[in-house]
């Protein structure tokens, strides 16, 4: 099994299932990118080909960062300090979305998590 498919346990199942809307944020494209480029993420191609290719196999759509989410992120409280994190938790506050994740840290902030 896939080291990021045993992580995400039955969170796999729910991404997968045509039934569920799924939205790519811009900010976790942004993160793809950075980490890819530091050698900190080892993809199989480079992070723009590897993110278009993965969203439009899966039917995914992006959600681009607007000025209101940034902005609610000062409303948010300082539980830790990565940025990008916390404006995913923005996004799903103002977008009615739930965020799909395996980290915990997202429950500090939000009960709208999907987890494995």
Do not use: C
């Not at 498919?5 to 199942?13: D, F, H, P, V, Y």
């Not at 409280?77 to 979305?97: I, K, S």
Request: charged share 20%.
């Amino acid at each position: 099994m896939h080291a990021a498919s045993s992580r995400l346990g039955g969170l796999a199942a729910y991404l997968t299932n045509p039934e569920h809307e799924l939205f790519l944020s811009a900010a976790s494209s942004w993160e793809i990118a950075i980490k890819s480029n530091l050698g900190k993420l080892r993809l199989p191609e480079g992070a723009s080909d590897y993110v278009k290719s993965r969203m439009a196999d899966g039917g995914v759509t992006g959600l681009p960062i607007e000025h209101v989410h940034a902005l609610f992120v000062d409303r948010l409280p300082r539980h830790h300090r990565d940025p990008f994190d916390r404006l995913l938790v923005a996004q799903a506050e103002l977008e009615d979305l739930s965020l799909a994740t395996a980290d915990p840290i997202f429950g500090w902030y939000t009960d709208r998590i999907i987890s494995p």
